[in-house]
């Protein structure tokens, strides 16, 4: 059985936008946001982005596993690669600069010289801001984009049916996976088996997970299967098929659409035409470290 991310209508303004407005201005969004490193684009960009997700209404609570991932990866690609290492500015922040510490950190008695540059934590916040911004358009759609306007999206979108459908699919396959994960520990639970506390090395520890592994694992190809032989039995993609769910363009959704091509099309001209694109540091940011 497909299941799908816990939507559930809001009457919110991202209710009323047409999901293929949606998916161009997140995609508009995208292609702006990861066209400079500039600070001052990338500000108003984060502020759009601020917006945009502000719409759909949504609450912590009901978006803090897909945020708590996101916040991971936030943590390992800003703080781990950027701040500590370094290796995240790689190419984008020039070599040297001006040092946070230049006569060193004293920590727990010790003299640490970390090399921290002033660059490298301006470079952390456009990270941020950049990051964070497509993070908000697009995490904002598995809760608030009805589940069965997937397919007929892509498929309005121009893509053949058979591209569309397996998008719906994929998107459909965490949650659906989540679902035969939960089904399949109540039952072996039911059989007395304990996950919580199991004693031993990595291997057993791995040998006890094989009861929920296997059976998950089994389920997810036998569904697979199940569903490409109903597709065949129907004669899925033999020709230009017809979609249950109806879309509809408003003159709002031409507004979005119109908004986001021209955030686009001013992104370019400054990185491309005006050349202001590049990553630079505000004189004011050094003047804090001084």
């Known amino acids: 059985m497909l299941v799908s ?12 936008i047409d999901p293929r407005a949606r ?22 960009l984060f502020l759009i982005a601020v917006i945009w997700y502000s719409l759909g209404r949504t609450s912590w609570k009901e978006t803090r596993r ?13 703080v781990v690669n950027t701040i500590i290492t370094g290796g995240g500015a790689g190419g984008v922040v020039p070599e040297g600069g001006q040092l946070v510490w230049p006569e060193g950190l004293r920590l727990f008695g010790k003299l640490l ?38 397919g007929a999206t892509f498929s309005k979108l121009g893509l053949p049916d058979k591209l569309a459908y397996t998008i719906e ?19 072996q639970r039911a059989r ?8 031993g090395g990595i291997v057993r520890k791995i040998g006890r997970i094989a009861p929920l592994i296997i059976p998950v694992t089994m389920n997810a190809i036998l569904s697979s299967e199940d569903i490409a032989n109903a597709m065949d039995l129907r004669g899925f993609g033999q020709r230009k098929r017809t979609w249950l769910f109806e879309l509809k363009y408003h003159w709002w959704d031409y507004a979005v659409i119109a908004f986001g091509l021209l955030i686009v099309a001013v992104s370019l001209i400054l990185v491309y ?12 940011f050094y003047q804090l470290f001084q």
């Open 5 to 16: 991310w816990h939507y559930k209508y809001r009457g919110s303004p991202m209710d009323q």
């Open 23 to 44: 998916w161009i201005f997140s995609f508009a969004f995208l292609v702006a946001a990861t066209s400079t490193w500039n600070s001052s684009m990338l500000a108003v």
């Open 66 to 78: 897909g945020w708590t991932l996101v916040l991971i990866m936030l943590f390992t690609m800003i």
């Open 113 to 150: 010289k970390p090399g921290l540059t002033v660059d490298r934590i301006w470079f952390a916040l456009c990270q941020l801001m950049r990051i964070g911004g497509i993070s908000m358009f697009f995490i904002l759609i598995p809760y608030t984009m009805d589940s069965r306007s997937y």
């Open 169 to 187: 699919l994929a998107i459909r396959f965490i949650p659906s996976l989540a679902r035969s994960f939960s089904i399949t520990l109540d039952a």
């Open 192 to 199: 007395a088996f304990e996950l919580d506390d199991v004693k």
């Open 273 to 284: 035409g005006y050349k202001l694109g590049a990553f630079t540091v505000p004189p004011f």
